[in-house]
């Protein structure tokens, strides 16, 4: 009673009917239509009706045609560019993580406001996630997250799908097959047509990174720790690349111009090499030092080096060329400067493939046991502190263990000792150690 007074209340009103084509089966039409001309004919009602005609199947489409003849008055096709659905979905004052993500919808003609919409909450989520990384990480991602995003969407659109895009590229067997259309299977044909797509889209292969944001696409949230991370990794390649161009062209215009205040140019020229002392190579320092030395800037020289050799611990392989490269021969000090850290990142990495190859649950080498034992402990000390996890829980172990059968040597028995020693030292100066810790320190 109370639905028909609340229907016999409906007059001079504009009703809309959306989304016709998404209409369960048991809804006819013909009912859609009869309902809504008897609103306009007997209700004196404006009657808007809403469908997108491509998803109707069939019999619907052309019951569509046929009662859109005798009832509608007035027809709209409604199909907007790509740039005007992004005006429309990204509103009148788009931010920039938006502006980019409008640049890729437009090269991919996508049109479909909602998806744009859909897409900008999405980027707006990744922008706020990645606040302070590199400019080239946002982009990357916004790069991919549209691709994904109208692959999924827009599955009839003629995008790959996007288990094809993950996969693209890994499979190298599409390389040895004929180019030859006739002699190509219609999925072949299909997934050739995938690959020009992506390809003039600029997309060569899928990264960690991409995977987890096609899977974020799908899901409707992202895995923001896992998202974080490899966003972070990237940054870094994105950073350290940057930096090496600052470097490489600041270098260029010393060598190659004659313009500039001299004593300014140089001293520009220290700031940028110390900035860049974490990208550079050890032949890229040398030239440099000899530049500042030639100056009557030895001291700063030498300062370079020393930093030099501090901030690559991480990265003891810039040490290894310590005769220079291609016959290029350095200066006695500087050569003798690179061959010590050399030599000592040879010994802890020495000790650190004997340390990790030795496990006493399944069996090891002797020889590695004592390599270890003939190591100074501040060299297993150092490779504890750089681990964590299960490896920080295995070396310590090991250390523990090494010295306790009954063949063991002094220098083996001294290992143990040590490394007792060293967790006592620890718990004893922080509480807070104490309680992560004490749990592996063995009664003597």
């Not at 009662?67 to 509103?91: M, N, R, S, W």
């Not at 004893?428 to 150690?433: F, Q, R, Y």
Request: a negative charge; charged letters at 25%; hydrophobic letters at 40%.
């Amino acid at each position: 009673m109370a639905n028909e007074l609340s229907f016999s209340a409906v007059r001079k009103a504009v009703i809309c009917f959306d989304d016709l084509e998404r209409a369960a089966p048991s809804l006819r039409l013909a009912d859609v239509f009869g309902l809504a001309s008897f609103l306009k004919e007997e209700r004196d009602c404006r009657v808007l009706l809403i469908s997108d005609q491509d998803k109707l199947n069939g019999e619907k489409k052309d019951d569509l045609t046929l009662y859109t003849e005798k009832v509608v008055d007035e027809l709209i096709h409604f199909a907007p560019a790509a740039q005007t659905a992004c005006e429309i979905a990204l509103g009148e004052q788009p931010t920039a993580v938006r502006l980019l993500l409008q640049e890729r919808m437009i090269f991919l003609g996508v049109s479909n406001i909602r998806v744009i919409a859909r897409l900008a909450a999405m980027a707006d989520e990744l922008q706020a996630l990645l606040a302070g990384l590199h400019e080239a990480v946002i982009k990357e991602v916004v790069h991919s997250l549209a691709l994904f995003g109208a692959a999924y969407f827009l599955p009839k659109d003629g995008f790959p799908p996007p288990s094809f895009i993950r996969e693209y590229d890994t499979d190298w067997r599409h390389y040895l097959k004929s180019d030859d259309q006739t002699t190509q299977t219609e999925e072949e044909k299909l997934q050739s047509v995938w690959r020009e797509k992506l390809g003039s889209y600029g997309y060569s292969e899928t990264s960690a990174l991409d995977t987890v944001i096609s899977h974020g696409v799908e899901r409707g949230y992202f895995d923001q720790a896992t998202v974080l991370k490899l966003a972070t990794e990237l940054s870094g390649t994105a950073e350290e690349l940057a930096q090496r161009a600052t470097y490489s062209n600041s270098w260029t215009k010393f060598w190659h111009s004659a313009s500039g205040d001299s004593a300014a140019l140089l001293q520009s020229l220290r700031v940028i090499t110390d900035d860049s002392l974490r990208v550079i190579s050890a032949n890229d320092l040398y030239n440099a030092c000899e530049v500042f030395k030639e100056a009557s800037q030895e001291d700063a020289a030498n300062a370079l080096l020393e930093k030099f050799i501090a901030v690559n611990q991480s990265r003891p392989g810039v040490f290894s060329d310590a005769d220079g490269p291609f016959g290029h021969i350095y200066n006695e000090a500087f050569a003798q400067r690179l061959k010590a850290e050399a030599i000592k990142h040879a010994q802890i990495s020495s000790a650190q493939e004997a340390l990790d190859a030795i496990d006493f649950s399944s069996g090891w080498n002797s020889k590695d046991v004592t390599r270890v034992s003939e190591v100074d402990f501040s060299e297993l000390e150092a490779l504890l502190l750089a681990s964590e996890g299960r490896v920080f829980t295995k070396r310590l172990k090991t250390l523990l263990n090494i010295g306790t059968g009954s063949d063991a040597s002094s220098k083996e028995k001294q290992v143990r000792e040590n490394t007792i020693d060293w967790l006592r030292k620890l718990t004893t100066s922080d509480p807070i150690l104490a309680i992560r810790l004490r749990r592996f320190i063995p009664t003597r």
